[in-house]
T-cell receptor, first 113, second 116 residues
Framework: GQQLNQSPQSMFIQEGEDVSMNCTSSSIFNTWLWYKQDPGEGPVLLIALYKAGELTSNGRLTAQFGITRKDSFLNISASIPSDVGIYFCAGQLKDNYGQNFVFGPGTRLSVLP | DTGVSQDPRHKITKRGQNVTFRCDPISEHNRLYWYRQTLGQGPEFLTYFQNEAQLEKSRLLSDRFSAERPKGSFSTLEIQRTEQGDSAMYLC??????????????FGPGTRLTVT
């Protein structure tokens, strides 16, 4: 089946640093969603992307829909302790409008004070 | 709180028992999704409903699993004859789909199932 790869798998950063993570696939996607999940909770939607090349911000978060439609990037600026969690990308396949999303395995972020 | 709600939050059951979970989506949302998530993995799609119609089922949804959304509002997911491999977090999500659409999915807090 279709798979999404996320990198890095995990990262440890100092508070105040910027963070970059990405999501890649061999398939073409028409929508990308980025979520954050805390332990024992459901994923919380951070950013939605609908067009190739689109760059969208949500506070300190910025995400981009890759030009090739096969990847997406999430950046977090000036990290704070509450940014700790697992970040998932989810892609909707090009010919699969309105149906299920495929999720990546996640990037686990730890922020050191 | 008008978000997606799920009940129960936690369920411990013995192998072979049946369990049922409930999901209440955001009220105006016409799509409802069920996912399963195991430790260290992203959510895996199980099935989704457009109003009351179940439109797609994953191969992960074995014959022991059944989902309903009888009036196009809340949904239930039942697992019969539970197995230890069914232990996971079961997540529900909803979205609003219409012409000029928005496909963002909003998740509930999940139901953590432990089969002993």
């Amino acid at each position: 089946g279709q798979q999404l790869n996320q990198s890095p798998q995990s990262m440890f950063i100092q508070e105040g640093e910027d963070v970059s993570m990405n999501c890649t696939s061999s398939s073409i996607f028409n929508t990308w969603l980025w979520y954050k999940q805390d332990p024992g909770e459901g994923p919380v939607l951070l950013i939605a992307l609908y067009k190739a090349g689109e760059l969208t911000s949500n506070g300190r978060l910025t995400a981009q829909f890759g030009i090739t439609r096969k990847d997406s990037f999430l950046n977090i600026s000036a990290s704070i302790p509450s940014d700790v969690g697992i970040y998932f990308c989810a892609g909707q396949l090009k010919d699969n409008y309105g149906q299920n999303f495929v999720f990546g395995p996640g990037t686990r972020l730890s922020v050191l004070p | 709180d008008t978000g997606v709600s799920q009940d129960p939050r936690h369920k411990i059951t013995k192998r072979g028992q049946n369990v049922t979970f409930r999901c209440d989506p955001i009220s105006e949302h016409n799509r409802l999704y069920w996912y399963r998530q195991t430790l260290g993995q992203g959510p895996e799609f199980l099935t989704y409903f457009q109003n009351e119609a179940q439109l797609e089922k994953s191969r992960l949804l074995s014959d022991r699993f059944s989902a309903e959304r009888p009036k196009g509002s809340f949904s239930t997911l039942e697992i019969q004859r539970t197995e230890q491999g069914d232990s996971a977090m079961y997540l529900c999500a909803s979205s609003l789909v219409m012409t000029g659409y928005s496909y963002e999915q909003y998740f509930g807090p999940g139901t953590r199932l432990t089969v002993t």
